[in-house]
């Protein structure tokens, strides 16, 4: 079935140090991926998404790049802040299923 | 325009009690979800419905859990019997197709 790998955390980094996180998927169609963070104490919200290959979706600084050849969808951010400091999902969905990571918690530190 | 609402917020209850958590979609969201999200872990899929078609209960962890959804709108999610390993934040996400999953703010469980 289609499922979503995304690397382990947690990630520590300092205020404008450069972030990745991997995430790729296997799906048997044409899914489309996103991006949750979900904030200390508060629900999951979307942070981008991209509905077919070679779209980017960008949001807040993020871009994560949709990449079938490698099945991949990158989380990527050049300057992070402390207010980025959150555990980020990412997610593929197909014929009305959608599937998430384990979640990356990210902490930045002044 | 009213996002997704979970109820109650969050909810104490002693081991051997039936809880049930409430929640309220987007209007015309055809797509309802409910996910558990233990301390410091991911989502955990329960449930899924979508319109008039048979739920994927696939993701209940047991017995004791069941869900339903009411004229296609509103859902309850009901834990028999708690135990203290049920004790999580239930989350609800509803969405519109191959759209993303909008979520509520969740309910907190305590299982004492």
């Known amino acids: 079935g289609d499922s979503v790998t995304q690397m382990e955390g947690p990630v520590t980094l300092s205020e404008e140090a450069f972030l990745t996180i991997n995430c790729t998927y296997t799906?048997?169609?044409?899914?489309?991926l996103f991006w949750y963070v979900q904030y200390p104490g508060e629900g999951l919200q979307l942070l981008l998404k991209?509905?077919?290959?070679?779209d980017k979706g960008s949001n807040k600084g993020f871009e994560a790049t949709y990449r079938k050849e490698t099945t991949s969808f990158h989380l990527e951010k050049g300057s992070v802040q402390v207010s980025d400091s959150a555990v980020y999902f990412c997610a593929l969905s197909d014929q009305n299923d959608m599937r998430f990571g384990a979640g990356t918690r990210l902490t930045v530190k002044p | 325009g009213a996002g997704v609402s979970q109820s109650p917020s969050n909810k104490v209850t002693e081991k051997g009690k039936d809880v049930e958590l409430r929640c309220d979609p987007i209007?015309?969201?055809?797509?309802l979800y409910w996910y558990r999200q233990s301390l410091g872990q991911g989502l955990e899929f329960l449930i899924y419905f979508q319109g008039n078609s048979a739920p994927d209960k696939s993701g209940l962890p047991s017995d004791r859990f069941s869900a339903e959804r009411t004229g296609g709108s509103v859902s309850t999610l009901t834990i028999q019997r708690t135990q203290q390993e049920d004790s999580a934040v239930y989350l609800c996400?509803?969405?519109?197709?191959?759209?993303?999953?909008?979520f509520g703010p969740g309910t907190r469980l305590t299982v004492l």
């Open positions: 991209a509905t077919k290959a070679d």
């Open positions: 799906a048997t169609g044409y899914p489309s």
């Open positions: 209007s015309g969201h055809t797509a």
């Open positions: 996400a509803s969405s519109s197709g191959r759209r993303e999953q909008f």
